[in-house]
């Protein structure tokens, strides 16, 4: 008897309490905002400060959303650091704002000075950068709740008294569980890894995986799924040379750092492409062989997915019987079809399905050991360092003082576009125009493709919020129900802001709403100057991200793809030097495949985020894209070698294989010289590589077949970089 749907979404609901770290940052709130109002309950004033309580409660309630949002995760060591620096920048910030809000020019200077500066301060690092957004966020909050006849300090203490409440909570809330947001981060990298696999298993069923369109359409999908992958990879690698950095001596660490090192591995085997897909369906369409291939990745997709679940869950991962058997039924398969007459010279098909089927064998290999370590000791596995800056801090800010620094560039545009709001606030003599303000901070984004996803969802979120605020606040009286709701929207805002900002922006509509409601009774006035002002600061941050040192897409792709072909090679190198040396997992290799799958993801990332630009600023759209296609197959290509790689023996005596080695080699680095390439040579080369596999079988078959498609693919690559000219496109 199965047990009921109410059990299931009942469980489902309790794990994502206990394991998610959005909700967990929504309790937060919840509670460090229910304490804010304490004085509300007890006091009708309290001494030192002018304003009744409600109103100190309201401050203290906007420094506690403000220290939420710029929260960082990090070691407690740091997270300390980062909570008293964001109190003293807080109350500077605050301070200046109710010193000069009397003097509008005075002000205006204050505010672009400090906007460019706060921002500038990402040139240090990302904590740097989450301090400046945090107070200009604050110098905004102060605005709105600035009053002229309370005393200058009163705002900058309890803002900052907010923040400071709710940073000390939020030290105590992860002491006892300091792992739980890197347990979310692998569960999810692993559940990102199934998806992959999934999409991969649509190549070799009978709807994709027989048409040349239906394999192109998976490939883009699978593009755009390692690009979540990649970005999952890299907070779980930052979150774990932060907390080796603090402790290098907890047994969860290391378990935990082993699933990392073990989802390295996964990743560079599902990306990996041996033969053309395409290909195995034409030699084998008589064949239910590729149908084997799709359940075996379909099934271990289902692996990785329970490997999240365990880590999600704090449990052990149990290896699934099923694959140890749907795994013996393909090599039995395999080998009868290696019988067959009709398919017996199709040596180069026939080693490509071996190759494959020993990949995936390789994962099973991955996953069992996953199993072990979940029930013993754990590994020790090296951690990359984090990289120490060489140069003091001023000295970083001054280097990035230029007009080609992406930093710069951003800060300076947030730095305009704010003073233009405030400009328009005092001319049109908008009573709530901070609202522009507000909008400009968190829609001007530092690409035109991001503000305008940013400004969609914020202006659909807003005109939501603002239809169910009518209702609400009709229907809601008195101060402790409209607190109770506050507070509650506050929890729906965190719990959602990094899932889904169009949704988030509904619940923080709602919660200005109440806000004014409960400071002067103005919370249904408010709503449609909210949805003008939004507006407008959304029309602000396109112009600004438009014509403010535009950063768009195109103008990245020679520094994006030279990037990655000059990784490419390194990677390359460094797989071929294994064949010499032997198999190893060493820290070098891990960190170059690392950074190769990194500027694959980015380089495909730039062409997703093109499309959303103007259509005038799409420039030689199809090149880019069959250059992007090429780079990204390359890759794959190199990882496929590098699954297989293992110690050749007699390498040295190998002449013919070192020389198709060295041969590939030098293709990869012309690919990123294109000035270097002769045409009629590279239709030589081709001949070449057509006649190298002769007389090779076995394993070498694989490996030279590998190789040959690596240097084809660099080549398609050089022909493609020929007929792209960047810079007349600028």
Same mark, same amino acid.
């Given at each position: ?12 609901? =309790? ?7 959005? $909700?967990?940052?929504? #309790? ?11 004085? $509300? ?17 309201? +401050? ?39 010193? =000069? ?13 400090? +906007? ?97 369109? !239906?394999?192109?359409? $998976? ?13 999952? =990879? ?36 599902? +990306?990996?492409?041996?033969? =053309? ?23 271990? !997709? ?17 290896? +699934? ?45 991955? #996953? ?33 003082? %230029? ?53 969609? #969802? ?9 239809? #169910? ?51 002067? !009774? ?53 797989? %071929? ?154």
């Amino acid at each position: 008897m199965q047990p009921s749907n109410s059990i299931f979404n009942y469980n489902g609901l =309790l794990r994502k309490l206990i394991s998610d770290s959005n $909700v967990h940052s929504g #309790l937060r709130s919840l509670i460090a905002m229910s304490m804010a109002f304490i004085p $509300v309950l007890m006091f009708d004033s309290i001494p030192f400060f002018t304003q009744d309580s409600l109103h100190i409660s309201i +401050s203290l309630c906007l420094g506690v959303m403000a220290s939420g949002v710029v929260e960082t995760d990090d070691n407690s060591r740091n997270r300390r650091k980062f909570v008293f620096t964001i109190a003293i920048c807080f109350i500077f910030a605050s301070a200046c704002v109710e010193l =000069l809000m009397p003097y509008p020019f005075a002000f205006a200077l204050g505010l672009f000075t400090s +906007s460019f500066a706060f921002m500038m301060l990402a040139v240090l690092n990302n904590h740097y950068n989450r301090v400046g957004f945090g107070a200009i966020l604050i110098a905004i909050y102060t605005m709105i709740g600035y009053q002229a006849q309370i005393s200058w300090y009163e705002q900058p203490i309890l803002l900052s008294l907010g923040a400071l409440w709710y940073g000390l909570f939020s030290l105590f809330w992860n002491f006892y569980s300091p792992y739980r947001s890197l347990r979310e981060q692998l569960a999810q990298l692993f559940f990102a890894l199934s998806r992959y696999q999934e999409q991969k298993s649509a190549l070799f069923n009978e709807k994709e995986g027989t048409s040349k369109a !239906g394999i192109f359409a $998976v490939r883009q999908q699978l593009a755009i799924r390692n690009i979540a992958i990649m970005g999952r =990879l890299d907070q779980c690698k930052r979150i774990i040379q932060s907390r080796f950095q603090f402790n290098q001596q907890q047994p969860e660490l290391d378990k935990l750092n082993y699933h990392y090192f073990v989802a390295e591995q996964i990743h560079e085997r599902i +990306s990996a492409s041996q033969y =053309l897909y395409s290909q195995l369906e034409k030699s084998f369409r008589d064949s239910q062989i590729l149908e084997g291939y799709h359940q075996l990745l379909l099934q271990l !997709g289902d692996e990785y997915y329970q490997i999240g679940m365990a880590i999600s869950d704090k449990k052990s991962y149990q290896h +699934s019987r099923r694959l140890k058997w749907t795994l013996k039924a393909l090599a039995d398969q395999l080998y009868l079809l290696k019988q067959k007459p009709e398919v017996i010279d199709n040596k180069k098909a026939l080693q490509a399905l071996q190759g494959i089927y020993e990949n995936l064998e390789g994962i099973n290999t991955l #996953l069992l050991t996953t199993q072990q370590t979940d029930q013993n000791e754990p590994v020790m596995v090296p951690v990359e360092a984090e990289s120490v800056p060489t140069q003091p801090a001023y000295k970083q800010l001054l280097a990035a003082m %230029t007009a080609t620094n992406p930093t710069f560039k951003h800060s300076l545009r947030i730095s305009i576009a704010l003073l233009v709001a405030f400009f328009l606030q005092n001319i049109l003599q908008l009573n709530h125009g901070f609202w522009i303000l507000l909008t400009v901070l968190f829609v001007c984004q530092p690409s035109f493709s991001e503000t305008r996803k940013r400004l969609v #969802l914020r202006s659909i979120g807003t005109l939501f919020g603002v239809l #169910l605020g009518y209702p609400i606040i009709m229907l809601v009286g008195g101060i402790i129900p409209q607190i109770a709701l506050l507070v509650v929207m506050a929890f729906f805002f965190f719990t959602y802001v990094r899932t889904n900002y169009g949704l988030s922006i509904i619940f923080m509509t709602l919660f200005v709403m109440f806000v004014f409601n409960l400071l002067n !009774g103005t919370g249904m006035e408010v709503l449609p100057y909210r949805i003008g002002e939004t507006l407008l600061g959304c029309l602000l941050s396109v112009l600004a991200t438009s014509f403010i040192f535009p950063d768009w897409q195109f103008q990245r792709f020679p520094t994006l793809v030279n990037q990655l072909l000059t990784l490419s090679g390194r990677y390359f190198k460094q797989v %071929t030097d294994q064949y010499q040396h032997g198999r190893s997992e060493n820290l070098n290799y891990r960190i170059t495949r690392f950074n190769t799958f990194q500027s694959d993801a980015q380089l495909a990332s730039a062409w997703q985020s093109m499309l959303f630009e103007p259509d005038a600023k799409q420039q030689l759209k199809q090149e880019v894209y069959a250059l992007v296609n090429r780079c990204d197959a390359l890759v794959s290509y190199i990882a496929a070698l590098a699954s297989h790689r293992h110690k050749i023996d007699d390498f040295e005596k190998n002449i013919e294989v070192q020389n198709l080695i060295n041969h590939t080699g030098k293709q990869l680095f012309l690919a990123c010289r294109p000035e270097q390439i002769d045409t009629k040579k590279i239709v030589e080369t081709i001949q070449e590589l057509e006649d190298y596999d002769a007389h090779f079988y076995g394993e070498t078959l694989l490996i030279v077949e590998q190789l040959r498609l690596i240097a084809f693919t660099a080549m398609d690559i050089q022909l493609i970089l020929q007929q792209i000219d960047f810079d007349s496109s600028k």
